[in-house]
């Protein structure tokens, strides 16, 4: 959140948040050493970090969406009870 805001690892430690800092600082180390045409967006960077915390279901729904393929049909009321049947009998 701090490089989309534009706030600095300085600005973090002085408002006693020296942990963001320490995390804030490592980002921008990590972005010097992987250069790419986008290497020093740092929204682009938040983003990902972003992403990087959510399960992998939901990473792929936020990449689908962004690509603005729709996602993929929720399941009529008789394949959920198939899909429930299925799995008591399973379990």
């Known amino acids: 959140m701090a490089q989309v805001a534009g706030v ?3 600005q973090l430690r002085e408002a006693g948040r020296a942990d963001a800092a320490e995390e804030l600082a490592e980002l921008e180390r990590q972005a010097v050493a992987q250069p790419t ?3 020093s ?3 682009i ?3 990902a970090t972003l992403l ?3 399960p992998p ?3 792929d729904e936020v990449l689908r ?3 603005g393929s729709t ?3 929720a399941p009529s009321a008789q394949e959920a009870d198939n899909a429930r049947s299925r799995h008591r009998r399973a379990g």
């Open 57 to 59: 279901e939901a990473q």
């Open 65 to 67: 969406r962004v690509r």
């Open 8 to 10: 600095t690892a300085d």
């Open 45 to 47: 960077d938040a983003i």
């Open 37 to 39: 045409g986008f290497a």
């Open 71 to 73: 996602p993929a049909p």
């Open 41 to 43: 967006d740092p929204q």
């Open 52 to 54: 990087a915390t959510l």
